[in-house]
C-alpha cells in the first residue's frame, strides 16, 4: 500500500481528503531523476537555517564607525565586520534561486496530463513530500528572517559604503562576490518581510505563464489538494496519531500555509472565495486549535503574505477569524 492512502472514498463538500505519510515516502523508479535533483537542493536547507539562526549583526560596529567618521580603525573594523555577513546573505540569496529552480521541477512532474494533481499526489508521493519539505523550510527561513532586524541594517551599510567609497585602503576584494547588480538584486529580497515566500510566489506565477499549454486548473488543483491533505492529517486524531514525531504536526501546519498562500497568489479568484478549492474555514480552524506559540507566525502569514484577503469577495466571517 502506498503511503499516500486515501482515507475516504468520496467527497465531503468537495474537498479532497487524504493521508500522505509525509516521513516515510520514498522515490519510485519514475521519481528518481527529479527526486535527486531536488535532494540536491534540499540537502542544503538545514545549513542554510542554521547559518540564519546563528547569524549576528554587525550593529555595534556600525553604530561607533558612524558616530566617529573621522576615526579610520572603527571605520575598518565595521567594514571587516560586515564583509563576511554580505558573503553569508549572499549564500542565502543564492539558495532562494537553487529553491525557485527545485520548485519549478516539482511542480512540473506533480502538474503534467495524462495524469491530475490527484493521481500524481498518489503516485508520486516521494516528490509531493520534497514539495512539502521546500514549503516547510521557507516558512521557517522566514520566520526567522524575520525576527533579525540587523540583516537589512548590516546590508544598507555594506551598499552606502561601497558607493561612497569611504574607507581608503579597505578591502575591495568582496566586490567579486558582491557586485553592484547583485547588491540591487539581493536588497530586493531581503526587502521582503517573507523573502522566500515572495520567491516560491513569484516562481509558481512564472511557472504558470511559461507552461501556456498547461491548465492552470492543474497547478491549483496540485496546490488546493495538498491544503486539503493537511487539513486532514491536523484534525484527525486517528491519522495525525500514526506520525512518530510531534514535529510533523508543525510541518503539517506550515505545509498548509504555504500551499495556501501559493494558491492565492496564483488563482485569478484567490483562495478566501466561496468557489475556493479551499476550505479557508476549515483550514483556519485548524490553526487556531494549534497551541499559539506553534501557529502565531503562521496565521500572520496569512494575514501578510496573501494577495487577496481584503478582497470584496472574501467572506467577512473569514476575515475576521484572521483579525
Known amino acids: ?3 499516500l492512502l486515501k ?12 493521508f500522505l505519510d509525509f516521513e516515510n515516502a520514498q522515490p519510485t523508479e519514475g521519481e528518481c531523476k527529479v527526486w535527486n535533483q531536488v535532494n540536491s537542493v534540499l540537502q542544503d536547507s538545514e545549513s542554510i537555517l542554521t547559518g540564519l539562526q546563528g547569524y549576528k549583526g554587525a550593529g555595534l560596529e556600525i553604530r561607533d564607525a558612524i558616530q566617529n567618521p573621522s576615526d579610520m580603525s572603527l571605520q575598518e573594523r565595521a567594514w571587516n565586520s560586515v564583509c563576511p555577513l554580505v558573503i553569508k546573505l549572499k549564500t542565502f540569496y543564492s539558495f532562494s534561486l537553487r529553491l525557485e529552480e527545485a520548485l519549478k521541477s516539482l511542480l512540473k512532474s506533480l502538474t ?6 490527484t493521481q500524481h499526489l498518489e503516485r508520486e508521493q516521494a516528490l509531493a513530500k520534497q514539495f ?24 544598507s551599510y555594506y551598499r552606502r559604503t561601497i558607493s561612497r567609497n569611504r574607507i581608503k585602503n579597505m578591502n575591495l576584494d568582496i566586490e567579486n562576490e558582491v557586485n553592484n547588480e547583485m547588491a540591487n538584486r539581493m536588497s530586493l529580497f531581503y526587502a521582503e518581510a517573507t523573502p522566500m515566500l515572495k520567491t516560491l510566489s513569484t516562481a509558481t506565477t512564472n511557472f504558470v505563464s511559461e507552461n501556456k499549454t498547461l491548465p492552470l486548473e492543474n497547478t491549483t488543483d496540485c496546490l488546493s489538494t495538498m491544503a486539503s491533505v493537511c487539513k486532514v492529517m491536523l484534525e484527525t486524531p486517528e491519522y495525525s496519531s500514526r506520525f512518530s514525531s510531534k514535529d510533523t504536526l508543525l510541518f503539517c501546519m506550515r505545509v498548509m500555509v504555504g500551499v495556501i498562500i501559493l494558491y492565492d497568489h496564483v488563482h ?5 472565495t466561496k468557489s475556493s478549492k479551499i476550505d479557508m474555514k476549515g483550514c483556519i480552524k485548524v490553526l487556531k486549535d494549534q497551541p499559539v506559540d506553534n501557529v502565531e507566525g503562521l496565521l500572520n502569514a496569512l494575514k501578510f503574505t496573501t494577495k487577496h484577503l481584503h478582497d470584496e469577495s472574501t467572506p467577512k466571517n473569514i476575515q475576521s477569524m484572521l483579525q
Not at 475516504?8 to 487524504?18: A, G, V
Not at 503534467?112 to 494533481?117: I, R
Open 268 to 272: 485569478p479568484n484567490g483562495a478566501f
Open 7 to 18: 482515507v475516504l472514498t468520496r467527497e465531503i463538500e468537495n474537498y479532497p481528503h487524504f
Open 132 to 155: 512539502a519539505e521546500i514549503l516547510h523550510f521557507t516558512l521557517r527561513f522566514d520566520e526567522l528572517k524575520m525576527r533579525i532586524p540587523a540583516i537589512q541594517n548590516d546590508f
Open 1 to 3: 500500500m502506498g503511503n
Open 112 to 117: 503534467c496530463p495524462p495524469l491530475t494533481p
